[in-house]
Each structure stands twice: as C-alpha cells, then as structure tokens.
C-alpha cells in the first residue's frame, strides 16, 4: 500500500514529487515511491504512475532477477543485466 507523507521536491523538468510510504503488513520503507501528481508539459503520463526506490525495499525484482539499486540517495534507477551504464549517483558523477 502506499500511504501519503508530507513534503516534496522539485525536479527541473518534471515539477514536483510528492512521496508515499510504501506499507506492507508492519513493515514500512519511509519515502520509497514518489509521483508527480501535476507535471509539467510533455511529462503528463507520469500522474498516473509512482515510483520506487528498489534500495528502500526488502528485495526487488525483475522477471526473477535481483535488482541492483543506483548509487547515491537521489536516484531511483533500477539496474538489471540488461541495462547497461555508465550511471549517476557514484563519487564524481555529479552534475554529467
């Protein structure tokens, strides 16, 4: 379940976040999904989805696959196999 948490953040392109705990019996990952309920133009879809944090969850996966969470706190990348990088979040990717 995901129940709704106070605050937000700004992204340039898309508008604002709002978070959600993500719930599952007593369990709690605080501020793991995200959405953008108003998006700026050309980002409409994105109202009608949230995202996660797979570094937040117990354990995420992809058609049996773990997946490996992006380094750093800001992003939200889920990397499999299949994708491939190089990807932000490491020291010294800041600001590509």
């Not at 058609?63 to 990088?85: A, H, K, L, M, N």
Request: glycine letters at 14%; proline letters at 9%; charged letters at 15%.
């Amino acid at each position: 379940m995901l129940q709704p948490v106070s605050g937000i953040t700004h992204c340039e392109f898309k508008g604002a976040a709002a978070y959600f705990d993500v719930v599952s019996g007593p369990q709690r990952a605080a501020r793991a999904a995200w959405t953008y309920p108003h998006p700026f133009p050309g980002y409409e879809e994105l109202s009608h989805t949230a995202a996660l944090y797979p570094g937040l969850m117990n354990s995420v996966t992809v058609d049996g696959e773990e997946v490996q969470p992006q380094e750093g706190d800001f992003y939200g990348g889920w990397i499999t196999s299949r994708v491939t990088g190089p990807f932000k979040g490491a020291p010294g990717t800041w600001g590509w």
